[in-house]
């Protein structure tokens, strides 16, 4: 049987099953190819993408409305000033209205609720471009890249280093746990992951082959890692918090020596950006040979194009 994802919303990875999101990965593969070839279509002609930002954005903005409009569809860039959502009017309603106007949503903000709720009644494919709990369109290109680096996704070990309660942290952890990584999040133990999401993602993990671990040791981390990442100490609306988040997270700097108590010689660097370089990762880590953050950018556009053309056509 194919697979088949036609009006599926995308609000976090815990609701695709591995083959599901093997497929985008395939997918997202095959639309890269093009792209180097110069192959050009119009899939997305005649229809509209409606792209609701409370939180400014570099390559979600970016990869959504280019992937769109390559395709002959036309994307409107929607900020909280522009629209009355949650505002004069309720989110249901601006969904409601949204869903008889647009042929698909994407949510870049603060609450799951929210992105959730316009899933619900949109009645339109609704894509999570983040908020506070969740990032997966980001994970999507975080496998790629990946896949690309070592031809394969089960076994790799893929230790992420920081905040181990952000967006990134628990996408992450989910989308190893599907896909049958060895995951590590390594913080302290002021931000370890809560633990509905660690039994949720254990569970999943029983059945791929998964290894889910936190702890608390940077040394003990990342021996034999393949994948190193990390994020910026402070996410955005916790930038009250940015000097206890210093204190806290400075151990886990990924830096030159750290990348080296791996032991291997083809681990890589992995970011979501933007980066503030200097803290949670050296300069000389992020612009350095094992760096694979900017092939994870440009893959941002290419796994978004392969989730809309799934979901949409």
């Known amino acids: 049987m194919g697979i088949n994802l036609t009006g599926r919303s995308l609000l976090t990875l815990l609701d695709y099953t591995p083959r599901e999101i093997e497929y985008l990965l395939d997918l997202a593969v095959e639309i890269k190819n093009q792209s180097r070839s110069k192959v050009i279509h119009r899939r997305f002609e005649g229809k509209t993408l409606a792209m609701i930002f409370e939180k400014r954005s570099t390559r979600t903005r970016l990869a959504f409305e280019s992937a769109f409009a390559e395709e002959g569809g036309h994307p409107i860039f929607l900020s909280i000033q522009d629209i009355q959502l949650g505002a004069k009017e309720s989110i249901e309603d601006t969904a409601r209205v949204l869903g008889r106007m647009v042929d698909a949503v994407m949510f870049r903000g603060f609450k799951q609720e929210t992105v959730e709720a316009l899933a619900k009644y949109s009645g339109v494919p609704v894509y999570n471009g983040l908020t506070d709990l969740y ?179």
């Not at 280093?161 to 990134?168: I, K, L, T, V």
């Not at 896909?179 to 999943?204: F, W």
């Open 135 to 313: 990032h997966p369109t980001q994970v999507l290109a975080d496998l790629m890249t990946i896949r690309e680096n070592f031809s394969r996704l089960k076994g790799i070990k893929l230790v992420f280093m920081g905040d181990g309660r952000n967006n990134m942290a628990n996408s992450l952890m989910i989308g190893s746990a599907k896909m049958g990584l060895n995951y590590v999040v390594c913080c302290p133990n002021e931000l370890k992951p809560s633990e509905e999401l660690m039994e949720n993602c254990l569970q999943i993990a029983d059945d791929t082959g998964a290894l889910i671990k936190v702890v608390t040791d940077p040394d003990e981390a990342v021996r034999d890692a393949n994948v190193i990442y990390t994020d910026v100490w402070a996410s955005m609306g916790e930038e009250s918090k940015q000097r206890e988040r210093e204190k806290l997270l400075r151990p886990y700097q990924v830096n030159e020596e750290l990348m080296e108590k791996t032991k291997k010689e083809d681990t890589i660097f992995l970011h979501c950006l933007p980066a503030v370089k200097g803290q949670e990762v050296t300069y000389e880590v992020i612009e350095g040979p094992r760096s694979r953050v900017w092939d994870e950018a440009e893959n941002r556009k290419h796994t978004i194009k392969a989730l809309m053309l799934a979901t949409l056509l």
